[in-house]
């Protein structure tokens, strides 16, 4: 199970963290993402970093490289998306994904298991 959490409304340019939560004691060998979806629009991957006993990598949408960052602790099982100098075009549901022994990608369909999302507004 993954549980997000830290969406909000912020004005432009201002940053946020989401973080998402999984139970599980395995944590260290998903590869976690993070993908959103705005009203009308299809799901978007965001960001997704490799499994902890891999050769560490990470993925970013080109609309995010630069301004996001995603992040992991396998100790408390979480994982996190540092969002700054956000925008009205970062709008959107945020969801967690995580995918077994995978590699980083940005479909979807790649990952077995989903977060219920959080909102994140960003709006003047």
């Known amino acids: 199970q993954l549980v997000e959490s830290g969406g909000g409304l912020v004005r432009p340019g201002s940053s946020l963290r989401l973080s998402c939560a999984a139970s599980?004691?395995?944590?260290?060998?998903?590869?976690m993402a993070w993908f959103r979806q705005a009203p009308g629009q299809d799901r978007q991957f965001v960001a997704a970093?490799?499994?902890?006993?891999?050769?560490?990598?990470?993925d970013y949408a080109d609309s995010v490289k630069g301004r996001f960052a995603i992040s992991r602790d396998d100790d408390k099982s979480v994982a996190y998306l540092q969002m700054n100098r956000l925008g009205p075009g970062d709008s959107a549901i945020y969801y967690c994904?995580?995918?077994?022994?995978?590699?980083?990608?940005?479909?979807?369909?790649?990952?077995?298991?989903w977060g219920q999302g959080t909102q994140v507004t960003v709006s003047s």
């Open positions: 970093i490799s499994w902890s006993g891999s050769a560490q990598s990470t």
């Open positions: 994904a995580a995918q077994r022994l995978g590699v980083p990608g940005s479909f979807p369909q790649m990952y077995d298991d």
């Open positions: 599980t004691d395995k944590f260290s060998i998903y590869t």
